[in-house]
């Protein structure tokens, strides 16, 4: 897909993916997460995604709100454990509305101290909503073993205790710390020239004052492979297997993404969603996930059932993955698994929004955009013994963790 980069003198970055599409899309993508927060301070990132739309030096809660949405525009955020994004499609007439928000949030916010006793309390109910729900909080809980002592496990939202301890000085630290311009891409997916990108952009964002301190960031050591079982409340099992796998720069990572996509991946012909949901009828939900980060990757296998079905279920898995092992798969199967894999990512580009925001990624993570002919390609060259030994590096039980919530015993 063509797309133009135009850096401004500060550092940050304009992307443009030209569309013939009445309808534009646009996000600001910013280098820091979760990851990235001090000892204590779990939540920060997440709490200053929430408290850039309360306020800022020429703007109130209300006319932020009310800047897109009065035109039918949709704006929304979220943060990960190494990024925070805020994103918005529009009219194509609205571009320099649109961008004159992002910047006036992002760099403009005042963090007035009543809107942060508000927002602690939004977030709040947002935690304990995400504890009443056991097939999100386990994905937290599990991360938090599997990065036990690396602020990578520190849960998104934070803790009940440091999200209510927060402070203005906190705030306006992180984002003096964090907010890089060099690593801030602002990106356009619209039927616009090239050169009317850069001239709204430059005006919105050109003036921002050029802040560059070094990222650095404490990779998570691997840790020895824990099973552990807690009980709770709750009517189902549910229960995850994993381990830390590759980078988003491991020259793996491809092969892993097709075989994670084969093996439990999207799509309701997974090996796993035919022999645990299809064949036994164990298991409602069953899949894996493949997760590349800066420096390392999460793979994981989760699976909700009832009690009585919990272990028949772990043990299809690792029957599964015993196959995986002792058959590799050969080439017709692999080839049959590459055309399901690109057909999927193909589709994936009417999603415009996403990808937008996964091209700004990809220019922060390797400072270019793979085409789609680029991204099949590296596809296509994934071998059946490549596969092998990611089956034999990632899949190998002895290394996987088991995390499991387990109804209170009667």
Do not use: W
């Amino acid at each position: 897909m063509e797309y133009n980069v135009h850096p401004l003198p500060n550092g940050i970055r304009l992307l443009h993916v030209p569309s013939a599409s009445t309808i534009s899309h646009a996000c600001i993508i910013i280098n820091t997460g979760s990851r990235d927060e001090p000892e204590h301070k779990a939540g920060l990132a997440h709490f200053i995604e929430h408290l850039i739309f309360k306020r800022t030096e020429k703007r109130s809660t209300i006319q932020i709100l009310n800047r897109l949405e009065s035109v039918g525009a949709d704006l929304n955020a979220y943060t990960t454990k190494e990024y925070t994004c805020i994103h918005a499609s529009f009219l194509n007439p609205y571009l320099d509305r649109t961008l004159d928000l992002f910047s006036d949030i992002v760099f403009h916010s005042t963090f007035p101290e009543d809107e942060m006793d508000k927002e602690k309390s939004v977030i709040l109910d947002e935690i304990a909503s995400y504890v009443d729900q056991p097939e999100e909080a386990i994905n937290d809980d599990f991360e938090d073993m599997l990065f036990a002592g690396n602020p990578l496990g520190n849960n998104i939202l934070g803790t009940e205790e440091s999200v209510s301890n927060f402070t203005r000085e906190d705030v306006i630290n992180f984002r003096k710390a964090n907010y890089r311009t060099n690593e801030i891409v602002v990106a356009v997916l619209g039927n616009y020239t090239f050169n009317n990108v850069k001239t709204k952009g430059t005006k919105h964002f050109g003036s921002i004052e050029e802040n560059t301190p070094s990222l650095t960031r404490i990779k998570p050591e691997i840790l020895t492979p824990k099973t552990i079982n807690i009980y709770k409340p709750i009517m189902q099992s549910h229960c995850i297997l994993g381990t830390q796998t590759y980078s988003t720069h491991n020259k793996k990572k491809a092969g892993l993404m097709l075989l994670n996509n084969y093996f439990g991946g999207n799509g309701m012909s997974s090996v796993l969603n035919l022999q645990i949901r299809e064949r036994y009828g164990i298991a409602y939900t069953i899949e894996s996930n493949f997760s590349p980060l800066s420096d390392t990757g999460i793979f994981t296998i989760y699976f909700g059932t009832d009690k009585e079905k919990h272990q028949k279920a772990l043990s299809s898995i690792f029957k599964e993955i015993k196959k995986l092992k002792d058959k590799p798969l050969n080439e017709l199967q692999l080839q049959k698994a590459k055309n399901k894999f690109i057909g999927q990512i193909a589709l994936s580009e009417e999603n415009r929004i996403g990808l937008i925001i996964s091209m700004a990624k990809s220019l922060i993570d390797h400072n270019k955009i793979d085409s789609l002919e680029e991204v099949f390609e590296k596809i296509n060259k994934v071998t059946t013994k490549e596969v092998a030994q990611i089956v034999d590096e990632v899949l190998a039980p002895e290394q996987l963790n088991i995390f499991t919530f387990s109804p209170v015993l009667e």
